[in-house]
Every structure is written in structure tokens, then in C-alpha cells.
């Protein structure tokens, strides 16, 4: 737009009379500052002396203030008796002053004081104006300028310029009326009219607009932008032929023109002209081949034409220049997926969304496309952001639900049939098994439990059941020497000391093995509890029968050993023999079970035992006979019930051995009662021995 | 079928007390294969365990009137130091079922081949699962518990278990665990939906994953 108030010194009219000097001159002021140097150059004829003349003044401050002195002038501004016409010529001349010599804060200040000192004023009016509107004050430029229209109603650059500073301060109905204003007054004035249109279809009057656009294009029929202009304009008021025909007319005055060419092929593409579309558009792509914004327009009138692969190919290669762009992404998502390519037009679609992810139409489409491609999952992925950002759209609602149902009837009707289920016979429930079964089942675990527990034992360890067979034996090696040496050959009973501790740590080793072992049962099994069938009980009890099978399977070989090798001892009372083997191994399974409960209790219950087994080792008559004690030790001995089962073991041995004190039925009872007691925790507790996996 | 009597079953985990069922009564029939649906941390798969036997439930009595499996594809029992033979003949004495032909089976369907002679701590997790449901299938169960079935090893195989289980459950029930909608309709007569402690039967796999879905929706 010409003529902005920036530029309003070029068009500053003057009184006829100064006209040629005025072009001359920079600013309108210049007429005023003339007539003051003119009066200067007069000779001092009415009294030269009277310096207080303020006339004289008048002159000698009017140089300062030309010169833009501000100092110089203050000094006679702060008198109070100048009137206020010449304080006003005085500011205006230092107002322009200043302007000029980049001061513009002052020059505006000053600027202000004369307007305000005499604004009705015809040059101080014009040259605060002036000031104002190049200082961006459009507001008050206005304001002057109203006044010198007030002053020259008729004068139509003033009211270009008045719209011009409306405008400028965001007024538009006044500027709107001003620029009517200038239009009308000088019809002859393209740029008035194009002013004039422009402001017209800003506030939405595209009557008007088209009016003065008309007189615009009149005025000069060979500019191809007011063609376009009032093209544009017509086709909003729908005379759509008159629009394409402005278009048309805009292309054959400027055929190389871009503008005037997306113009013309946008407007055909309106009207369903595609073919003369293309025809333009192809010829603008050829010239301008950087251009993305023409590509994107091929693009689209190419698809118009049904030509959905060229369409695609303008609009990747408009992509190629601008690739940033969300509305290029969607309008390629919107080819592929005409072309069915859903996948890739699901992905361009997230492309846009990515650029522009606060457009939910791209969200939108992208759901369809998700959609339409079976991909439910992800269409409920957008539905549901889209439900999110937009809660209250009720077409975004309704989409999702669709894609809900879909997604249900899908699995419905679309999935492979693996098996067809045909009604199957309603199976009789089996039958509770009956005590004799579970007792069955129960004996198959515990057998299977104890299968497992001999086959871990030599997987874990190289030596395996090496060590259950060589422990014995290196302690009985051991006791043999040792005691041999200290004893002087003979053993407290019979003559064979190997015997003689054979038959105290069988017992002893019977009873600690088994329970010990036992103690860890459900913590190192915890995995196989898992099993429904397995419970705490059997792998508890698979355990200690474990060590009770492999302590008497040593038993057996050690004294098929010593037999083998000379030294053996054929026991003389298998009943007794039988009796106390059972017994302790009983009591190790009682206490093993009780120790089995406390140790899920309390972790480290199987150190202290552990313990406890040592000190047990020394009072059980092992390797010694408790008639060698004094009677009151002995009496004290007699409570501990292994001492019971080693003597009773010892004495199937030696039919001469008969010790008074050795009471089986003791030892049966204790066994009985630690039997029971473990069965009962074991049973009462059985909840809260592990923690399930 | 199973029946669950006054059962109530409590979980301490660490952010305190979680009831996973509250006094509950059901019966899952014979002839039918329910799925189980209910959002993660339910107690799902406690429930799957009271099911087996795996678990003892704090109150209540599980009587199950069929041979229950224990969770296909579960290995947690095999003992790393023993061979796979000695694994499985280990399972396949507990449930009283013939050794031989145990084996037989399983050496023919997981096609481990000579690693079933090597110890199981060999095995890679993938090996590991086809040998723990080879097992599983061996063995005639009357009533099979899935609890999220896992995918073991190629398409081939899948394709094979998933022939084995069809011909399986010609005979046998499932109860079912998971989170796919597809494979709940296809093996599903009836739901179950466990939330807040209690467990609801429906007659219908559609009805309980309508119900479920909507119940979800609202929780959301």
C-alpha cells in the first residue's frame, strides 16, 4: 500500500501560493520557518535597542529552534508573557528541528505541546501530523488530521491519510469512511481505490469492496493484482463466472505470474473446471519449479482429475521442498489411503499429527485409517486421545464407539477356528478318592518324593552317597585308634573296639541324620510344593525315611565289611535289634518333623540344632558304657533317650551286656510323643511353613 | 468340576493385606471351559493355585472332583542338577502315571532329543518350557489350569501344541487365565470375573467379557 502515514511528508499538500517552494522543502513547517527568516532579514526598523520586544526575541529564538537549540528556546518558552500562538510556532519549529535531527521522543513532545497550544491551526496541525504519524502515534495523527479536515473538508489525500492513521490505530470504521472519503473525492486515484477495498473487505463488506475495486481496475486495466483482487472478492459474493473470467484475464496479462496463476487454478478447481485447472498449474510448475505451494495445488487438481498416482507424485515432490508441512502430510495420508496403501497413509497421517498434533481433524482421519485397516488396537489408541483432548465432541464419540463395535464383532466372526467345540458329554464328576486311594497317592508322592531326593543327593555332590558310607566309617576308624591306644587294647565290652562304636554311632547317626536332614525338608523343596499333590507332610517324611533307608543300608554294608574282612559280630537278638532301629528312627522322624516346624519359624533353627547334636554325641554313651560313669551321672545320663537306644542296640550285640538302666519302653514312649507332637505342628501349622512361590 | 465352599484366601504383600477372595461359593462344572478375567494384581492366578491345590486357602475348602493339573507349562518343579528323563519320571510318579509311557510321550512331542539325558540346568528357558508342557500334556488330566499361556519356542511347535491341546480338550476341561480376548472366545464356554474378593460365574464367555469391559470402562 502507497501512502502510509510513514510516508505522509511526500504528500503534504501546501496552500496554492507556496506550492513550488513546498516540493522543494522537506517539511511543511519549512513555509513558516521561511516567512520568520524573511522577518528576520527585515531591518530592525521599529526599536532596535528594545531587546525585551518580544518580537525581537521572537526572531533571535526562532534561529534557535530552527537550529533545533533546545536549551536556548526553554529559556524563552518559560516566560510567561509570550502568547500562546508564538510558544506554539515555537515548538512546532523545534519540533520539526529535532525530528530531523533524531531526537524524536523530544520532537514528539514538542509536537504534542503545540498541538495542544493551538490546534486549530492549519500548519501546526499539518506538521503534527506529520510528526505523529512518523513517530507511530497514529492515534493522535489522526486527531490532526481531523482537524485539518475539519479546516479542508474536500481535501482527499488528507482523508487518505486520516484512514490511513485509523487504520494504523486499529479504528476502522472511521478509517473505512475516511478512505470512502478520499476515493470519492478524487475518482481518478487507483491507489485511493485500492485503499479504499481493501479496508471494505476487511471489515467484511465485499459489495463495497468489489465496488471501488471495480474503479481500481478501471483506473487501470492492466494490473493483474487488482484483477485478482476483485476476482476473489466477486467469487466470495458468488458471481463465480465473473471471479474465473478476472482470474483468467489476471493470468493472460501476467502468464509467468505464480500469484496470479494458484489464483486462477484454485478458482477453477472451484467451479469443477479441473482440465483448464491443470492446464494452468502445469505450465507454473514448469516455470517456477521450487515452488511447493504450486505443487501442492498439481497435487490436488490432479486429484480432482482422478489422477491419484500423479497426485501423489506432486505432492511428494512439494513435500521435497517444504517437509515440515502438516496440511502436506495429511493431503498425501488422504492419496494413500485412496490408493488403499492404508499402512503408509496410517503412517503419513502420524506424520501430521506429529506436526501439528493440536489439529484433531488429522487425528480424525488417522483413526479411519486405522480403521479401515483392521488395526483396531491403534484406532482405539487416536479414539481414545481424541475423546481425551475433545470430550464433548460427539462425532469423535461416535467414531470410537464404532470402532469398539467393530473391534468386537471382529473377534467375533473373523477368527480362525482352531477347534470347533462341539458339545462335549458332561463328564461324571469322579468320586472323592476313598481314604485307601489317598493313602495310595499319598505313599506314590512320598515314594516318588524319596526317588527324587536320593537321585538330587548324588547329582549335588561327586562323592554322593560316598560320604553317607565313608562318615561312619572314618569316625568309627578314628574312635578305634584313638581309644585303642589309650585303653591299652581292650574295649569296655567285648573285644572288638570296632564293634563296639559300630554299635553307638548306628544308633546316634540314625537318630541325627534323620532329623537334621529333616529340619530343611520344606525350605529347600519349596518349588516342588507347587506340585498340588506334594504336601509339607510327604516331602518332610520323604526326607527323614531318605536317611533311615541309607543310615541302615550302611549299617548293613559296614557290617558286612567287618564280617568280610575278619573282625565282624553277627548281632545275638534281632528282636531287640529290630526294636531299637525302629524306635530311634521314629523318634529322629518325631523330632525331625517338630524341628522341620520350628525352623520355618525361626531360619537359623538348624545351626542351633546342629549344636545341640554335638553335645548329644557325648551323652549317649558312644564311646564309652554309662556303667562307667558314677551312679549320679549316669541317673542324669538316663533322661537322654538316645543313650536308651544305643545301649539297647548295643546290648542285641553282646548278650552279656544287660545294663539295668536301659529301659526300651522309654524310649518307645518319648518316640511315640515326639511323633505325635510333629505330626500335630506339622498339621496345625501347615499354612504357615512357607511362603507360596 | 470344582467346587469352592466359603473360601477366602488373603495376600500379605508389602503394601499390606490384599483379599483376593472373600467368602466365596462356586461350582465350575464339569464338560465346560471357563476363563477367568479380572485386571492384573485381582489374584488371578492365586485363584488358578487354590484351583490346583498349589495354595491352601485361609478359610473354605476346595474339593475338586477331577484330576486338576497343575499350571500348563509350569517347570518351577524340575530340579536343575537332574536330567529331564529324571523330571519328568518324577512328575509322572507323583500323579501315579505310567513312567514309560510318560516319557515316551514327552521324548516324541518336545523333540529334545539326547538333552533329555543332560541335566535340566543345561537348558535354555525355551527348551525349559517345551519339556514343562510335554509333561503337562502327557499326563490325562480331567481338568487343565492355564494361567497366561506362553508361547513356547517356533511356529512349528506353537502349531503343534496348539494341535495337541485342540485333540486335548475334546476330553478335557480348561480353566483359563489371560488377557486375550481372541483366545478366551475361542477355547470358552463360560466367564469368571474375579474382582474385589469376590468371583462371578457367567453362562455366557460373551456376557462375562461385556461385563468385564464395561467394568474396566468405569474404573477408567
Avoid at chain 1, 505523529?132 to 489522526?142: I, L, R, T, Y
Avoid at chain 1, 495310595?440 to 560316598?466: C, F, N, P, W
Wanted: aromatic content about 8%.
Amino acid at each position: 500500500m502507497r501512502g502510509g502515514p510513514q510516508g505522509a511528508c511526500d504528500d503534504i499538500p501546501a496552500d496554492a501560493d507556496d506550492r513550488k517552494e513546498q516540493r522543494l522543502l522537506r517539511s511543511p513547517l519549512s513555509a513558516a520557518r521561511r516567512q520568520c527568516s524573511q522577518r528576520q532579514a527585515r531591518p530592525h526598523r521599529e526599536s532596535a535597542v528594545q531587546l525585551s520586544d518580544l518580537g525581537e526575541i521572537c526572531h533571535s529564538v526562532m534561529g534557535a529552534a530552527s537550529a533545533g537549540d533546545l536549551g536556548a528556546c526553554r529559556f524563552y518558552l518559560e516566560r510567561q508573557d509570550i502568547p500562546n500562538h508564538q510558544r506554539a510556532s515555537i515548538y512546532c519549529q523545534l519540533s520539526e528541528a529535532l525530528y530531523h535531527k533524531g531526537s524524536r521522543d523530544v520532537a514528539l513532545e514538542c509536537a504534542r505541546s503545540a498541538f495542544d497550544l493551538q490546534p486549530e491551526k492549519e500548519e501546526i496541525a499539518n506538521l503534527c501530523a506529520w510528526v505523529f504519524s512518523n513517530c507511530g502515534e497514529h492515534e493522535e495523527a489522526a486527531a490532526a488530521y481531523e482537524r485539518l479536515l475539519a479546516i479542508r473538508p474536500h481535501w482527499a489525500a488528507g482523508h487518505r491519510h486520516a484512514s490511513g492513521s485509523f487504520a494504523a490505530a486499529g479504528q476502522l470504521d472511521r478509517a473505512v469512511s475516511h478512505g470512502r472519503k478520499a476515493s470519492d473525492l478524487e475518482p481518478h486515484s487507483f491507489e485511493f481505490a485500492l485503499h479504499a477495498a481493501g479496508l471494505l473487505e476487511s471489515i467484511g463488506r465485499p459489495e463495497q469492496a468489489a465496488y471501488y475495486l471495480v474503479r481500481a481496475a478501471a483506473l487501470d486495466p492492466a494490473d493483474a493484482g487488482v484483477l485478482r483482487h476483485l476476482s476473489t472478492t466477486l467469487f466470495a459474493l458468488d458471481q463465480s463466472e465473473q471471479a474465473v473470467a478476472l482470474a483468467l484475464r489476471a493470468v493472460a496479462l501476467t502468464p509467468a505470474d505464480r500469484l496470479s496463476a494458484l489464483h486462477a487454478t484454485e478458482l477453477l478447481l472451484r467451479t469443477n473446471r479441473y482440465d483448464e485447472a491443470a492446464a494452468i498449474i502445469l505450465d507454473i510448475v514448469d516455470i517456477h519449479r521450487e515452488d511447493p505451494v504450486a505443487f501442492r495445488l498439481l497435487s490436488a487438481t490432479q486429484m480432482l482429475r482422478g489422477l491419484t498416482e500423479d497426485a501423489l507424485a506432486a505432492i511428494d515432490r512439494a513435500l521435497d521442498l517444504s517437509p515440515e508441512a502438516a496440511e502436506y502430510h495429511l493431503h498425501r495420508a488422504n492419496l494413500l489411503y485412496r490408493l488403499g496403501r492404508l499402512d503408509e497413509a496410517a503412517e503419513a497421517f502420524g506424520r501430521a499429527a506429529a506436526l501439528d498434533p493440536s489439529n484433531p481433524d488429522t487425528k480424525r482421519s488417522q483413526l479411519t485409517v486405522y480403521f479401515d485397516s483392521g488395526r483396531f488396537i491403534e484406532a482405539l489408541a487416536i479414539g481414545g486421545e481424541l475423546i481425551r483432548t475433545s470430550p464433548d465432541n460427539e462425532e469423535y464419540a461416535r467414531a470410537m464407539l464404532q470402532v469398539l463395535h467393530r473391534r468386537f464383532e471382529m473377534i467375533d466372526g473373523d477368527y480362525v477356528v482352531l477347534s470347533e467345540r462341539p458339545s462335549r458329554p458332561r463328564r461324571e464328576p469322579r468320586p472323592r478318592p476313598t481314604i485307601f486311594a489317598a493313602l495310595q497317592t499319598q505313599l506314590r508322592v512320598i515314594y516318588a518324593l524319596m526317588i527324587r531326593e536320593t537321585r538330587t543327593r548324588l547329582a549335588d555332590s561327586k562323592l554322593g552317597y560316598g560320604w553317607a558310607l565313608l562318615e561312619p566309617v572314618l569316625h568309627i576308624l578314628m574312635l578305634s585308634l584313638v581309644f585303642a591306644v589309650m585303653m591299652r587294647g581292650r574295649p569296655p565290652i567285648g573285644d572288638k573296639f570296632f564293634i563296639f562304636y559300630y554299635t553307638g554311632i548306628i544308633p546316634y547317626h540314625l537318630f541325627v541324620h534323620t532329623s537334621s536332614s529333616m529340619t530343611n525338608a520344606v525350605s529347600s523343596n519349596t518349588s516342588l510344593l507347587q506340585l498340588p499333590l506334594v504336601s509339607t507332610f510327604d516331602v518332610i517324611i520323604a526326607r527323614g525315611l531318605v536317611e533311615v533307608l541309607t543310615d541302615l543300608m550302611v549299617a548293613i554294608i559296614l557290617l558286612a565289611g567287618f564280617s568280610a574282612v575278619g573282625i565282624g559280630l553277627l548281632p545275638r537278638d534281632l528282636p531287640a535289634l529290630s526294636a531299637s532301629v525302629v524306635t530311634v528312627s521314629l523318634f529322629g522322624c518325631g523330632i525331625g518333623l517338630i524341628n522341620a516346624v520350628i525352623n520355618a519359624f525361626f531360619k537359623s533353627w538348624d545351626k542351633i540344632w546342629a549344636q545341640l547334636t554335638r553335645t548329644l554325641y557325648f551323652c549317649s554313651g558312644i564311646f564309652y558304657v554309662p556303667g562307667m560313669m558314677p551312679d549320679w551321672i549316669r541317673d542324669i545320663l538316663a533322661w537322654n533317650p538316645i543313650l536308651h537306644a544305643v545301649d539297647w542296640f548295643r546290648s542285641s550285640f553282646f548278650p552279656e551286656y544287660e545294663p539295668h538302666w536301659l529301659d526300651g519302653s522309654y524310649l518307645a514312649i518319648v518316640a511315640a510323643v515326639s511323633v505325635a507332637a510333629g505330626l500335630c505342628l506339622e498339621r496345625g501349622l501347615r499354612r504357615h511353613l512357607y511362603e507360596p512361590l | 468340576m470344582i467346587t469352592l465352599d466359603r473360601v477366602s484366601k488373603v495376600y500379605r504383600t508389602r503394601s499390606g493385606r490384599r483379599t483376593v477372595l472373600d467368602n466365596v461359593s462356586v461350582t465350575f462344572d464339569s464338560g465346560q471351559n471357563f476363563g477367568v478375567l479380572g485386571v492384573n494384581g485381582a489374584g488371578k492366578s492365586t485363584l488358578i493355585r487354590l484351583i490346583a491345590g498349589s495354595e491352601i486357602p485361609d478359610f473354605g475348602v476346595v474339593r475338586r472332583y477331577a484330576r486338576v493339573s497343575f499350571p500348563l507349562g509350569f517347570g518351577g518343579t524340575f530340579h536343575g542338577a537332574l536330567s529331564g528323563r529324571e523330571n519328568v519320571a518324577f512328575v509322572a510318579r507323583i500323579y501315579g502315571a505310567g513312567t514309560r509311557g510318560v516319557l515316551h510321550y514327552v521324548e516324541e512331542f518336545s523333540e529334545l532329543g539326547e538333552y533329555l539325558h543332560m541335566p535340566v540346568n543345561t537348558y535354555s528357558a525355551g527348551m525349559r518350557a517345551r519339556l514343562a508342557f510335554a509333561t503337562c500334556l502327557a499326563l490325562d488330566f480331567d481338568l487343565y489350569l492355564i494361567d497366561e499361556v506362553t508361547e513356547v519356542g517356533d511356529q512349528r511347535f506353537r502349531q503343534k501344541c496348539a494341535e495337541a491341546f485342540r485333540e486335548r480338550i475334546q476330553r478335557s476341561d480348561i480353566i483359563l487365565v489371560t488377557h486375550n480376548i481372541h483366545t478366551l472366545r475361542q477355547y470358552c464356554d463360560r466367564g469368571a470375573i474375579l474382582a474385589n474378593g469376590e468371583l462371578t460365574l457367567f453362562d455366557d464367555i460373551d456376557a462375562a467379557l461385556g461385563q468385564y469391559h464395561r467394568m474396566v470402562q468405569e474404573s477408567l
